[in-house]
């Protein structure tokens, strides 16, 4: 059964003190892998789209890898900004009309 | 500006009573989507539509009904037979094909029953 897990749940920072999220998955085969960010009370905001092992995407603080089980978030000197939710899916090679699965989410905090 | 628009945004209503949600995207896009968010739980799609007058049951269909009369709009029903209706939904829409198109946002309904 395809899986995509998210950790840590929840992640709290000081404002300049960079850290990562990890979105793992489990799929038959991987068509790509999208992030998202979420405001409390707002819908997803699209932030990437990483499409094979090996690439790589940025914006402002914000950079997405991704390798053949995982993608990581990488969060460089964030500001309160940058706090939100963010959110990880996959599409599968199975999945042609464009079914996303989604990750539980990272609740990410960033103190002044 | 080009977007997805949801309506209303906060809904409130009795139980046994049928609600419809809005959805509205002027991106031309074929694909729309009905996903429900639940606190601590990913999205979870309740149906999809990649084309005018056609639309597929997705992972929690059961209790809902959708209607895809023009491009531009996807409403969605939550009837009575909805067990457990509190939640947020989110509607989406999309480019269609076979490229990993990414999927655009509205600003979502919160839905409470009582």
């Known amino acids: 059964e395809d899986q995509v897990t998210q950790s840590p749940e929840a992640l709290r920072l000081q404002e300049g003190e960079s850290s990562s999220l990890n979105c793992s998955y489990t799929?038959?085969?991987?068509?790509?892998l999208f992030w998202y960010r979420q405001d409390p009370g707002k819908g997803p905001e699209f932030l990437f789209t990483?499409?094979?092992a090996g690439e790589e995407k940025e914006k402002e603080r914000l950079k997405a890898t991704l390798t053949k089980k995982e993608s990581f978030l990488h969060i460089t000197a964030p500001k309160p900004e940058d706090s939100a939710t963010y959110l990880c899916?996959?599409?599968?090679?199975?999945?042609?009309?464009?079914?996303?699965?989604f990750g539980a989410g990272t609740q990410v905090v960033v103190t002044p | 500006d080009g977007g997805i628009t949801q309506s209303p945004k906060y809904l409130f209503r009795k139980e046994g009573q049928n609600v419809t949600l809005s959805c509205e995207q002027n991106l031309n896009h074929d694909a729309m989507y009905w996903y429900r968010q639940d606190p601590g739980q990913g999205l979870r799609l309740i149906y999809y539509?990649?084309?005018?007058?056609?639309?597929q049951k997705g992972d929690i269909a059961e209790g809902y009904s959708v209607s895809r009369e023009k491009k531009e709009s996807f409403p969605l029903t939550v009837t009575s037979a909805q067990k457990n209706p509190t939640a947020f939904y989110l509607c989406?829409?999309?480019?269609?094909?076979?490229?990993?198109?990414?999927?655009?946002f509205g600003p979502g309904t919160r839905l409470t029953v009582t």
């Open positions: 899916a996959v599409q599968t090679l199975t999945d042609s009309w464009g079914k996303l699965q």
């Open positions: 989406a829409s999309s480019s269609s094909g076979t490229s990993p198109y990414e999927q655009y």
């Open positions: 990483l499409y094979s």
């Open positions: 799929v038959s085969g991987l068509r790509g």
């Open positions: 539509s990649q084309i005018v007058n056609d639309f």
